[in-house]
């Protein structure tokens, strides 16, 4: 990905979530984005930071960003060497859950964002979220 | 880190001044109800103004512990929730189900007033009503 690394966080403890979630609304701040977009961002990424937790017991969180002179550009990765999403189809469906969860999880996350990546085999996940906005 | 529980007569008052891990969540979930046994609360008020971000184990959170208070025998109210957390619940697919809403905990307190004095227990008559 062009640009630049704005933060790398690892994703080990409970405490961790609370920190990327808050790094994420810094840094979304920063660079311009509304109170809205911050809420939203910071949301996704306490979501998929308690997934990395809960399946992978541990991962990281990667803030990228590659803005330019008209658009404010905002990328998250959440990467883990757990055992995987063994359907991400079904994952990605309202109300599945394997972890005891409520199933809210990835499609809700999924609907704060504007673009979600995933990709998912045994031994890697990277979930890609990303927030483009004109500049005003 | 403790939520703070403030007892206000037959009332509980709790605000949620920092962002909670969900290990301090579910301390402070456990923390209310044991409260709402020890005090016999007939009401809770939640001041959930400083949270900037309830995702949706917050929500859960949240959403079992005014259930929790309502089987003890609590009336629950929750004020203070942002509108951009709203938002990002409402996107998500998430809201406070069940539980009422208000803007600020003054209000909260009224509505805990009037919803206890509409149970008629305990002595709980709105003009009698002892605070």
Known sequence: ????????????????????RSVARQEAARIGFGL????????????LARNVLKYATE???TIHEDSTPVEMRLHITMEDHGPGIPDITAAMKDGYSTGGGMGAGLPGTRRLVDKFEIESSPGFTRVTISMVRKRQ | MKVPIIRLGKVLLVSIQVDLTDAAALQFQEDL???????????VAID??????????????????????????????????QPFVALALVEMGRELINVDCVFN??????????????RGDRGGNRDTYEW
């Open chain 1, 1 to 20: 990905m062009n640009g630049s690394i704005l933060q790398h966080l690892a994703v080990t403890t409970a405490t961790d979530i609370v920190r990327a």
């Open chain 1, 36 to 47: 809205a977009d911050q809420t939203r961002l910071a949301t996704a990424v306490s979501e």
């Open chain 1, 59 to 61: 991962g990281s969180c």
């Open chain 2, 33 to 43: 109800i044991n409260r709402i046994s020890e005090t016999e609360a007939l009401g």
């Open chain 2, 48 to 81: 959930i103004t400083s949270l900037d971000v309830v995702d949706s184990y917050m929500a859960r959170v949240i959403n079992d512990t005014a259930s929790m208070a309502r089987l003890l025998g609590a009336e629950v109210v929750i004020s203070g929730v």
């Open chain 2, 105 to 118: 905990l003054e209000q909260a307190l009224k509505k805990l007033e009037v919803s206890i004095a509409a």
